[in-house]
């Protein structure tokens, strides 16, 4: 079956955009989470999902970092006043439930210049 | 703090040389460790998970075990095809805090 899709594969912007990156998980999956990876290092929480509501964004480094969940699938990171700082892969993972194993997509290259 | 640390940094194996990777970790409400793969461009790809200290999980040449403090990948007879970037994950409150990882190099 399909696993965990995001797109875009590759996001580059100028420092104070806009940006949205969007996680497609496994079907029937409940659970949603994201993480950031900068280079040479594993990745981060930022924030998780149990269906629609956000159950943990204690990850999400300021209030310019916002994710939504409408309908319980897909989820759509968003952040405003792109700094270069947040240049890094932002991966996705989706799991059955909070207490199965988690399964990542690819992760969206992000690079803010 | 919730800790997870990895090492070596980086290890560099000849083919059918056998050897261990390291993961220790200080966390508060473990739920369970985990072991996840990650080729270069691509995400983390799930190998085990192992819950309770004494436990233990074989893939091939892989095997994962867990004490308290600490969890050991061992890679038997390495190929060049177990090239890759190995992380360690523990889970507490549903959510991994992963280690900076071990970049496994197998040459031919």
């Known amino acids: 079956g399909a696993g965990v899709s995001q797109t875009p594969s590759n996001k580059v912007t100028e420092k104070g955009k806009y940006v949205e990156l969007r996680c497609d998980p496994i079907?029937?999956?409940?659970?949603l989470y994201w993480y950031r990876q900068s280079l040479g290092q594993g990745p981060e929480f930022l924030i998780y999902?149990?269906?629609?509501?956000?159950?943990?964004d204690s990850g999400l480094p300021n209030d310019r970092f916002f994710a939504v969940r409408p309908e319980g699938s897909v989820s759509t990171l968003k952040i405003q006043r792109t700094e270069r700082g947040d240049s890094a892969v932002y991966l996705c993972?989706?799991?059955?439930?909070?207490?199965?194993?988690?399964?990542f997509g690819p992760g969206t290259r992000l690079l803010v210049l | 703090e919730d800790q997870v640390t990895q090492s070596p940094e980086a290890l560099r194996l000849q083919e059918g040389e056998s050897s261990s990777l390291n993961c220790s970790y200080t966390?508060?409400?473990?739920?369970?460790l985990f072991w996840y793969r990650q080729d270069p461009g691509k995400g983390p790809e799930f190998l085990f998970t192992?819950?309770?200290a004494g436990e233990e999980k074989e893939k091939e040449r892989l095997k994962a075990t867990l004490t308290k403090k600490e969890s050991f990948l061992h890679i038997t007879a390495p190929k060049p095809e177990d090239s890759a970037t190995y992380l360690c994950?523990?889970?507490?409150?549903?959510?991994?805090?992963f280690g900076s990882g071990t970049r496994l190099l197998v040459r031919p």
């Open positions: 993972a989706s799991s059955l439930n909070v207490v199965e194993t988690q399964y």
């Open positions: 079907s029937g999956h409940t659970a």
């Open positions: 999902f149990q269906g629609t509501g956000a159950a943990d």
């Open positions: 966390v508060s409400g473990l739920r369970g």
């Open positions: 192992l819950y309770s």
């Open positions: 994950a523990a889970e507490s409150s549903y959510k991994l805090i």
